[in-house]
């Protein structure tokens, strides 16, 4: 997984490692259809939702009037916090989490810093192409616009996310220990001896089989990989991947294990990892450059915190928000929050009382 890549999975997660907080099932229109109901309010006061037929209750200023009557802002307020609250308030949990604790170590951001955020995000988007610091202002907030809207994330949300990457940068970065031994293994992975492997990677065993007896009886690797391959990255390249190291701690073990008992042109058996499984074809085995470590220590070690800053960024995100102690007075989003910690569906802390 790329830097850039890892960097978007935080994006949208509450704590890494943890399935992103779905969007509630129930919509608005469903919940318009609603009873009357008695809710509690932040003063202590009972306020009344309208009910189905859209009459008038006590609730706060109206939001709008359709034909004389007024549809009052507590209705549209708690409709948003049952529907799509929790997911919201989870991404402000996270990012107050990770600040509160930036500040006390006298880090600070400036705006450009999280604009660069906003760049390594389009990294990953339709502008994978395109240099982020040569697109125009409004060019950029068009790809910006379009990514939010291919994932149904809103500014709002996107802007929270935006700046608590720019504080988990800077908090890693500072927290981030790099050693001798560190150097001289990431200098084995990026200018030793590699090998240069393809692979289709499929969701099921049967279909690894499958697609192994097509191998056998002479179909090409390259077009199955197109074809078949789930990996739609190494799928457009003919299941090629980048080549890799027997130290390279990026690239899954079992493969690089198995990478290194093959011949070039032989194919693996299918290996499971994570839930899928590979078949191999390794292309050719490159040899170690010719370079010098002290000739290149600098760029070593800039190169290795590019990598590991990210995977500080997550590993801060889950304990720095773990250990942060939260309450939720809302009724809605407490239950909410509570439900879903028992199923399994965010991580996080218990609720204090």
């Known amino acids: 997984m790329t830097c850039a890549a890892l960097s978007l999975l935080l994006l949208i997660a509450f704590v890494a490692g943890c399935p992103a907080e779905p969007k509630s099932q129930r919509s608005v229109s469903q919940a318009w259809q609603q009873p009357a109901e008695r809710t509690p309010v932040a003063?202590?006061?009972?306020?009344?939702?309208?009910?189905?037929?859209?009459?008038?209750?006590?609730?706060?200023?109206?939001?709008?009037?359709?034909?004389?009557?007024?549809?009052?802002?507590?209705?549209?307020?708690?409709?948003?916090?049952?529907?799509?609250?929790?997911?919201l308030l989870l991404q402000r949990i996270s990012l107050e989490a990770v600040r509160q604790v930036a500040r006390q170590e006298q880090i600070s951001i400036a705006p450009p810093e999280v604009d660069a955020e906003y760049d390594l995000t389009l990294e990953l988007g339709a502008s994978q192409a395109a240099d982020p610091s040569a697109l125009t202002p409004s060019r950029r907030q068009q790809l910006i616009d379009r990514w939010r809207a291919a994932r149904g994330v809103s500014t709002e949300e996107l802007q929270l996310a935006m700046e608590r990457q720019a504080w988990l940068r800077k908090l890693a970065a500072k927290r981030l220990v790099v050693t001798e031994e560190m150097l001289r293994n990431e200098f084995g992975r990026l200018h030793g001896a590699k090998v240069e492997c393809r692979h289709i990677a499929v969701e099921s065993a049967r279909t690894a089989d499958e697609i192994r007896a097509y191998l056998d009886a002479g179909e090409d690797f390259e077009t199955l990989a197109r074809r078949r391959s789930i990996n739609d990255a190494t799928a457009a390249k003919g299941g090629l991947l980048p080549p890799f190291s027997p130290t390279d701690e990026t690239i899954p073990g079992v493969l690089r294990e198995a990478a290194a008992q093959m011949q070039p042109g032989q194919v693996s058996n299918p290996i499971k990892v994570d839930g899928q499984y590979h078949i191999l074809k390794l292309e050719r085995r490159i040899p170690p450059e010719t370079l010098q470590f002290d000739a290149v220590r600098g760029d070593i070690e800039r190169k290795l915190r590019e990598r590991l800053i990210p995977v500080e960024m997550e590993r801060l995100l889950t304990s720095l928000t773990q250990a942060s102690s939260i309450s939720i007075s809302d009724p809605v989003l407490r239950q909410q929050y509570l439900e879903r910690l028992k199923e399994g569906r965010i991580a996080g802390p218990a609720l204090r009382p």
């Open 43 to 87: 003063d202590g006061r009972a306020a009344t939702r309208p009910a189905a037929d859209g009459s008038q209750a006590p609730g706060g200023e109206a939001v709008a009037v359709i034909n004389g009557q007024p549809i009052p802002r507590l209705w549209l307020t708690d409709t948003l916090i049952a529907s799509h609250g929790l997911g």
